[in-house]
């Protein structure tokens, strides 16, 4: 069993690799979101996997989660991470890659699976790390929640079980394209300027805009992890007068 996780461990330190490291400050009221890995080491990761599915065997919901992850250098090893305590709790994890939120919500439905963790910091900087979760779809976790992880995690009631099971759905971005794409095309053509910002976005809404008729204006469409432009947030400066 993964010891309790502590707050006061600092990278490049032997603790920082044989023990869990997790902030309290990063459980939110609707998500959580951490420094990474200042405020969350892989260890800690795992024992949010373990939360998660203990907190699901307390509330009588089947334990079978979609996973996926948005384009950070580190997002694969931090969902990696999620999944093996997932694992460890006895879950039943369906993995659908490189995603967007959206997409791991639609999965739920689309696969028939109760819980979502889907790892992505959404517009902050890089450095950052996050989940977004939900047991009882459509709707994602709320502060009840939270609240109760939160509390799982820190004091360490996380339990072992066996039964997990990792199923990788390899098709899964093809299959939400063309769910996006089965409707009538547009009857007046639009011009729309695709500004992803070098983010997650790229690999799915040029394509998709075009596919319902759109004219697409690429515009920083190519996935580049360092965001050499600016952060792909739609309130940044940067990135308003590059669309502008």
């Known amino acids: 069993m993964i010891p309790t996780p502590r707050a006061d461990l600092r990278p490049n330190t032997a603790d920082f ?3 869990a490291l997790v902030k309290p400050t990063g459980f939110r009221e609707y998500d959580a979101r951490w420094l990474f890995p200042e405020e969350i080491n892989l260890m800690g990761l795992q024992t949010i996997g373990l939360g998660l599915a203990t907190l699901f065997a307390e ?3 089947p334990k079978r989660f979609v996973v996926g992850h948005d384009f950070r250098w580190y997002s694969g090893s931090v969902k990696q ?3 093996s ?3 460890a709790g006895g879950a039943e994890v369906h993995d659908i890659g490189l995603a967007l939120s959206p997409m791991a919500y639609y999965a739920q439905f689309a696969l028939d699976v109760e819980g979502v963790a889907m790892v992505t910091a959404s517009h902050n900087d890089n450095g950052w790390t996050g989940i977004k979760m939900g047991m009882q779809r459509p709707l994602t976790f709320g502060p009840d929640e939270m609240t109760a992880l939160k509390s799982i995690v820190l004091e360490g009631r996380y339990e072992t079980r066996a039964g997990g099971r990792y199923v990788y759905v ?3 971005a093809e299959r939400y394209i063309a769910a996006l794409c089965d409707r009538p095309r547009l009857k007046t053509k639009l011009k729309v300027v695709a500004a992803c910002g070098n983010g997650t976005a790229g690999a ?3 394509r998709v805009l075009e596919a319902v008729g759109c004219e697409v204006i690429p515009l920083d469409t190519e996935l580049d992890h360092s965001f050499p432009r600016y952060n792909p ?10 669309i502008a």
Do not use: C, Q, T, Y
């Open 17 to 19: 690799e044989r023990l």
């Open 59 to 61: 509330r009588n919901v």
């Open 81 to 83: 991470a999620l999944i």
């Open 85 to 87: 305590g997932l694992l």
């Open 170 to 172: 390899s098709d899964f």
């Open 204 to 206: 799915f809404a040029p």
């Open 233 to 242: 947030n739609p309130e940044d400066m940067k990135m308003l007068h590059a």
